[in-house]
């Protein structure tokens, strides 16, 4: 048997109910000689549902708070009377004229106390009770209907304008991705042939040649392949030499030295229009790479994706950093962070090029960049794209580069995956296993703009290490002590590793660049989260 899934009202929906509830309570006790018809408004004002229910349970119980037993039980009739006749023609047209609520506040006034009048004798003066009774019903059901309306009228504003931010978003996202193909040529141009360097230089250097019609006709085929000999030695050096034609072409011509001349001029411009078309076509795939990046960038924001759901309990966590400057440097040239994003903890090591303060500065703002991505909740391949394209375009104006280890791990599910761009291994250590993870990739600003982060993923598990370092303490040809270290380490405090790490890395090197290491400690049992 298949049981249907019963929504259960969120904490503001609740407090939304209260109040509606507490109004319908307090309205019963504005009573006119034992008749609630601010009540009756109120409930008829509310369109059938939650809210509805809400005031007509709030109203019943005022009235017998407020009312004698008798008026009590003809308000708690009438009540229940328009939420009925409400609830009966919801659907159809009748319920969507102005008219219709203030009119069921008071048909259903007049139908219950004119059935008590005539039960219990009616005169005059009751009648007119009856009559304004039932005329302040209707009355008052449209002007609650009013009030209710204005007070959800800043609510469907605001949903309303959040669809129109999603719509243009979504527009926006699909405008830069159609942007980005149009810098795809619809077929890829061809080299220009070489020939015509001496199509060119012939025009110039035997136009007015006495030997034209002997060269050009006669000889046409010795003529053509002298040319055509000359041209793999001439392109590769970058312009020709006499040696490079054969004798019985150069020896026959007359202008030979203003031919050769005119031939490097043209080889010259060859090679510059050649380059300029290879620029041309780099500038054009970085800037279709770089809107496809926004697109995406534009349509993950637009889905504003929630964190997951924990779908089991998350693992504890400590995590230890620390980095020192290279011998004779005040500044590090390292950057290093961590923090927290739902259920996500994500880790981030970045190593600037060289030294000192041009390489923390190219590394913080790595490092600032790809947190931000990743805080308003970008996906992290799509963050590091993105940030190694714009780092792409950087190298080329400053020739520098930054790489990138970036850890996401995910606590409730124990899963973990870890981003290389040029960054030195990373080592997992348990139960005095260590296991060793490298990456191939170049650093951010190197790698091609178009490549996708590799992920290496893992799973994660208690009682275990994580290490990350830079190179400065060692790269992937000498990083067996740390190894070493690592499976006779058998200590619990992140700090003291990181910081036996960082000075085993000094006395071997004698500081001879930035060091810095960052650990995750996975407890095996839960003490309390303790984030260092």
């Not at 009540?39 to 005031?55: D, E, N, Q, S, T």
């Not at 000359?230 to 030979?256: K, N, Q, W, Y």
């Not at 926004?294 to 929630?306: D, K, R, S, T």
Request: with cysteine; aromatic share 8%; charged share 20%.
């Amino acid at each position: 048997m298949k049981i249907a899934n019963i929504e259960r009202p969120c904490a503001g929906e609740l407090l939304r109910l209260a109040g509606y509830g507490a109004a319908g309570f307090f309205t019963a006790g504005c009573c006119l000689e034992g008749r609630a018809p601010l009540a009756a408004g109120l409930v008829a004002a509310c369109r059938p549902g939650r809210c509805a229910m809400a005031a007509l349970a709030g109203g019943a119980a005022g009235s017998l708070v407020f009312l004698p037993f008798g008026p009590a039980l003809r308000c708690c009739g009438i009540l229940v009377l328009i939420y009925t006749v409400l609830s009966a023609f919801r659907d159809t047209k009748w319920a969507r004229q102005s008219w219709f609520r203030p009119a069921a506040a008071a048909g259903a006034t007049l139908a219950v106390e004119l059935a008590y009048a005539l039960q219990m004798g009616m005169d005059g003066g009751g009648f007119v009770r009856l009559t304004a009774c039932t005329v302040l019903a209707g009355v008052l059901c449209h002007y609650c209907a009013l009030l209710l309306r204005e007070t959800a009228l800043p609510r469907r504003k605001a949903a309303r304008e959040s669809e129109g931010l999603r719509q243009r978003l979504r527009l926006s996202a699909e405008a830069l991705r159609t942007l980005g193909e149009t810098f795809v040529p619809p077929q890829p141009k061809k080299e220009e042939n070489p020939a015509v360097v001496f199509d060119r230089a012939a025009e110039v250097v035997c136009r007015g040649c006495a030997l034209r019609d002997l060269c050009w006709n006669k000889e046409y085929m010795s003529t053509f392949n002298a040319f055509n000999d000359a041209t793999p030695a001439m392109l590769e050096r970058g312009r020709a030499e006499a040696s490079d034609f054969a004798v019985h072409f150069s020896s026959r011509c007359i202008h030979f030295p203003q031919l050769l001349s005119a031939i490097n001029t043209e080889v010259t411009a060859l090679l510059l229009r050649r380059q300029y078309r290879r620029q041309l076509a780099r500038e054009r795939e970085r800037s279709r790479g770089q809107y496809t990046q926004l697109g995406e960038l534009v349509a993950q924001a637009m889905a504003a994706p929630e964190a997951p759901a924990a779908t089991g309990r998350e693992l504890c966590h400590q995590v230890a950093l620390g980095s020192a400057p290279k011998e004779g440097q005040r500044l590090c040239g390292d950057s290093l962070t961590w923090f927290r994003v739902g259920g996500m903890l994500y880790l981030i090591l970045s190593d600037g090029m060289g030294s000192g303060r041009e390489a923390q500065r190219e590394s913080q703002m790595t490092l600032r960049l790809l947190e931000q991505f990743l805080q308003a909740g970008i996906a992290p391949e799509t963050a590091l794209r993105t940030l190694n394209a714009a780092l792409n375009l950087r190298s080329d104006e400053q020739g520098s580069f930054t790489t990138i280890d970036l850890l996401a791990a995910d606590l409730a599910s124990r899963q973990a995956a870890l981003y290389k761009y040029g960054a030195a291994p990373t080592y997992i250590k348990r139960q005095g296993t260590v296991r060793r993870l490298a990456g191939a990739s170049l650093p951010a600003g190197l790698q091609d703009a178009g490549a996708e982060p590799q992920a290496i993923r893992f799973p994660l598990e208690e009682n275990s290490f994580l290490l990350m370092i830079s190179d400065g303490v060692a790269d992937g040809g000498d990083d067996q002590w740390v190894q070493d270290l690592l499976a006779g380490w058998q200590g619990e405090d992140p700090n003291v590793l990181t910081s036996l790490i960082l000075q085993e890395a000094y006395q071997r090197r004698q500081g001879d660049d930035d060091r810095s290491a960052l650990c995750l400690y996975l407890p095996a049992e839960k003490r309390g989260r303790r984030e260092v």
